[in-house]
């Protein structure tokens, strides 16, 4: 396999690509508790002497926030999900921010990430969590739809995104819209020699399947150390990964397969962060007390192998 910077200019492209493209932790960090939120202190994952001959390690936060909507307590709840997630809480968003901030995140994945529309009164969700934590420069977005399906146009729908955020800031940026299902878009971005895809998966079993075989193609053309992330909707287990996994070489962080959904009775692994052998893994962990989403939020401290920096 190959993977590594894409070639994409530093502008945002959209690409359609052809058919056949198309908290059990492994290692715990000292944590403390803010409310019922789980919070892993920075200074203990970064600084320490420990790692003063390595690369520092930098921090991957991968969240569903389900467009800011409080989440359900029960199975019973969920049947309301559509309804549920009409209306933003600018409370409850709040308390996503305040999440997210102290986690002191290097890169951030969002999934379910509303940018404008009447649900949230107009607010950008995602150019409000940049706010929020200073260091971070503008997001890069896009909607999930593909460039020409009519939820583009459609109010609310067309404000339905997924959303990057980086400390050092975003250089190549790309659009890949996958064949099949309603959700499309794999959004590429490159941090600093790395490669972060960050995917929504169908909840349809034949199309996400169709979905994760042009993955598997993606990947493979890539060259140089790569992330895979986000909410896969893989019902039928992590063995629905396996074909790509293989074909590809990357390599599951969550180890362990601790369930990630849903937040108040975790029975299933639908959240991933996939990376490539160039990537190595300090510390990962699945926020299992972080109830601000009906997904659960995933944590990965790493290095990139010495080989790979500057490439």
């Known amino acids: 396999m190959k993977h590594g910077p894409s070639n994409t200019p530093s502008n945002a492209e959209t690409k359609s690509d052809p058919p056949g493209l198309r908290a059990s932790p492994t290692a715990r960090g000292a944590e403390t508790r803010k409310g019922n939120d789980t919070v892993l202190r920075p200074e203990s994952l970064r600084g320490r002497g420990e790692y003063k001959s390595t690369p520092p390690a930098m921090r991957l936060l991968i969240y569903n926030i389900a467009y800011g909507a409080r989440p359900p307590k029960s199975a019973r709840g969920m049947l309301l ?25 290097d890169i951030i994945g969002l999934v379910e990430v509303d940018v404008g529309s009447v649900r949230t009164r107009r607010t950008n969700q995602a150019a409000e969590i940049a706010r929020a934590l200073e260091h971070l420069p503008r997001p890069h977005y896009a909607p999930k739809y593909g460039t020409r399906r009519y939820p583009r146009y459609v109010p609310i729908l067309r404000h339905q995104t ?78 629905e990964l396996h074909e790509l ?7 599951t962080a969550n180890i362990d397969h601790t369930p990630t959904f849903p937040s108040w009775k975790p029975k299933r692994e639908l959240d991933f962060i996939l990376h490539s052998p160039e ?6 962990h699945v926020l299992n ?16 192998a010495p080989s790979s920096h500057g490439a």
């Open 81 to 105: 999900t559509p309804l549920r997630t009409l209306r933003s809480s600018e409370r409850h968003f709040a308390r996503i921010v305040r999440f997210i901030e102290d986690q002191a995140p």
């Open 289 to 304: 007390e972080v109830r601000l989403s009906d997904h659960l939020p995933l944590v990965l401290d790493f290095t990139l």
């Open 162 to 239: 997924n959303a990057i955020l980086a400390r050092e800031g975003i250089g190549t940026i790309a659009h890949h819209y996958l064949p099949r299902g309603f959700k499309r878009l794999v959004l590429e971005v490159g941090v600093n020699g790395l490669t972060v895809l960050l995917v929504h998966l169908p909840l349809r079993k034949r199309a996400r399947q169709v979905q994760i075989a042009a993955l598997a193609d993606l990947v493979a053309a890539m060259a140089g150390p790569l992330i895979l992330a986000g909410d896969f909707n893989v019902f039928g287990g992590h063995r």
């Open 279 to 284: 990537i190595r893994v300090r510390r990962f």
């Open 245 to 251: 996994m293989q074909t590809t070489g990357l390599k």
